[in-house]
């Protein structure tokens, strides 16, 4: 008899069985789900499963264990032949690992700070991990929570759930030439001190950012790939990038009662005491590339304004801010290794002068500081000779002090901060006494 719920008829018992195929609970088909356990003898929960080399790593922060899912060598990989083999045990945190290269990157935390890792295939069955932060043990929070990366760029970056570093991005450049690698660089963008970065996301050699502000969320973008702020429009065009954050090109209208230019931006000027400038685009000849100070209305949101008539022609605006490069202690080392020279360290070096070679600059200063204090005993500044040119050569500078005890430091100009600035090389000149091993 026909059985009938809410209405709608539905078949007989012996219709169904009839009309389905019958399984038995234990067979497996190639479509199900993979249920397969370790080979190891610790418990391992598997947080992640990243491609890797044309197979499949996982990753388990509870037992700190990787291995690999593996099936037979002739066939597909299904549940049927699937199984996982343990191939290395390298501590890690519950964080995705990322694949670049040749090399999966991971992180682990020691005490108060994090680590991170390369974990590179030695042979078809057996993996290490180097670490890329020995030398900066002290640098990355151990709050780390987030990775993301590009192997266009060689970057990775990474992100901090500690409130006292949610507006900083820290990053890692590297450069390979053939096996050696030839650069290894960590530094850190702090990006708004009102802001808080909620998530990265690479595409290609763009970064882009999504930063929460008191007046919302924002997505900024960050071009690696990019060149010239104009892009080669026109017959005068900028020729480098514009060093300002929050950047949006705008045309002003020009209050001539106020001798006053005004701007719209698509962002609220809550800035808490953060600096504006605006910079002339390509279209404005030969005055390309002038600085202008600008200023928030106060009053009205979105907003900014500057003395005079800039309305002929489009500005860029953005937050002007501050970027600083300091040099690590300066030893006499072997010309052939690059290592501190043996014996050297217990000496005493007194630099007296160096030189620095930059390409394609515009402004930048030198400030000689000692450790004991803040003080800035020198404060020296080499510029382009024209505020749209950018210049290469050496810049000679003195020191003066022992090199334990002396900071060089790098930063902008105040006058351009806008302008690019490269450095290309330091060399320095200097005096070394050995002390002497008798008593």
């Excluded at 993996?127 to 929570?145: F, G, Q, V």
């Excluded at 949610?166 to 290894?184: P, T, W």
Aim: net charge negative; charged share 20%.
């Amino acid at each position: 008899r026909q059985l009938h719920v809410l209405g709608v008829p539905r078949l007989s018992y012996a219709a169904c069985v009839t009309s389905v195929p019958w399984s038995s609970v234990t067979s497996l088909v190639d479509s199900d789900p993979f249920d397969v356990a370790g080979t190891g003898n610790t418990v391992s929960i598997w947080d992640f499963a990243v491609p890797y080399l044309g197979k499949l790593a996982l990753f388990s922060s509870t037992g700190n264990v990787q291995g690999e899912l593996v099936g037979s060598r002739d066939e597909a990989l299904t549940i049927k032949n699937a199984r996982i083999e343990e191939r290395a045990a390298f501590a890690h945190k519950a964080v995705r690992p990322l694949n670049i290269g040749t090399a999966l990157y991971f992180l682990n935390e020691r005490g108060e700070y994090s680590a991170v890792h390369t974990y590179t295939r030695v042979d078809i069955d057996s993996y290490d991990a180097d670490e890329i932060t020995s030398h900066i043990r002290k640098y990355l929070p151990k709050d780390i929570d987030r990775m993301s990366g590009s192997s266009s760029e060689n970057m990775l970056v990474f992100l901090s759930k500690n409130t006292s570093y949610r507006n900083r991005i820290y990053v890692y450049r590297f450069h390979f030439l053939g096996n050696e690698q030839v650069m290894s660089s960590w530094s850190y963008w702090d990006i708004d001190t009102n802001g808080k970065i909620l998530a990265t996301c690479w595409f290609q050699s763009l970064l882009y950012v999504f930063i929460e502000r008191q007046d919302g969320i924002h997505l900024e973008l960050m071009d690696f790939g990019k060149t010239d702020e104009d892009d080669g429009v026109g017959t005068t065009p900028l020729g480098y990038r514009v060093h300002l954050d929050s950047l949006v090109k705008a045309t002003g209208t020009y209050n001539a009662s106020l001798d006053t230019t005004f701007w719209i931006l698509p962002y609220d000027q809550a800035t808490n005491g953060d600096t504006f400038a605006a910079v002339k685009d390509g279209s404005w000849g030969t005055t390309r590339g002038a600085y202008i100070s600008a200023h928030p209305v106060p009053t009205v949101d979105g907003f900014f304004a500057a003395v005079g008539d800039l309305s002929a022609h489009p500005v860029y605006i953005g937050r002007v801010y501050t970027w600083s490069y300091e040099l690590s202690q300066i030893h006499v080392r072997d010309q052939r290794s690059g290592a501190v020279a043996r014996g050297r360290e217990t000496g005493t070096l007194r630099l007296r002068r160096a030189k620095a070679t930059y390409k394609n600059t515009g402004a930048f200063k030198v400030e000689i500081r000692s450790k004991q204090d803040s003080d800035v005993l020198y404060d020296l500044f080499a510029s382009a000779s024209a505020p749209a040119s950018l210049e290469s050569g050496a810049f000679q500078f003195d020191i003066g002090g022992d090199s334990r005890d002396v900071r060089i430091i790098f930063t902008n100009s105040s006058t351009y901060p806008h302008l690019p600035a490269t450095l290309s090389s330091i060399d320095w000149e200097g005096s070394y006494f050995q002390h002497s091993d008798q008593g």
